[in-house]
DNA sequence: GTGCGACCTG
DNA sequence: CAGGTCGCAC
């Protein structure tokens, strides 16, 4: 009632810059180098992403926008494994160990759509023994009724944040997206 | 106070 | 994906 919604956070970030100050937005081009960089890192700092991102100039701003971004790529990643879950165990399946995400299977079709467009990047081994674990761990925490608890997600995702891995550097090139699409 | 993450919404 | 809110930690 009548609060001022002038709230802190990303909204901020309209402020009384100079032109020279509030240029350089991130492109196209950045968004997908992030996704793309999604499939080494679900929880990149922000520290890691200046070094990553070296061709954009860094404020509070485009800093929370980036973060802001593999927060999205994690809510879409964590939307869908549940649902490949959920879908295990509606089909029988009884054992966690069994499922596996393969190159072939839906929830990687589904994953590489979304964050590898083209598919013209070799999505790396690791990304899918990550997925794999992931899709484990919902599986077994829906079977094992935990989602009860409305936050029976916080254990999986303290998990999954620690099996970050480094990202090749060929991706601190400022125009690596092109490079990058080979294979 | 600020930064970050999850959750919800459009 | 961006916008906003809430909660937690420093």
Redo the contacts with the bound molecule.
Sequence with gaps: MGMD?L?????TCRHSLTPRQMQEA?TPGH?KK??LMFFFTR?P??TLLKTYFLDVQFS?CI???L??????????Y?IQVEKFARQALLEGVVDACTLQVSRDSELFRALNM?YNKGNDFEVPGRFLEVASLTLQEFFSAVRAGKDADP?W?KPI?KII?KLDSDIPEGFKAAGCSQELLHS
């Design positions: 919604m709230s802190s956070g990303l909204a991130l968004l992030a996704k929880y700092s922000s509070r800093t929370s926008q973060i802001k971004w593999f927060s999205n790529f994690r809510e879409f964590y979304h936050s997600k995702y944040s």
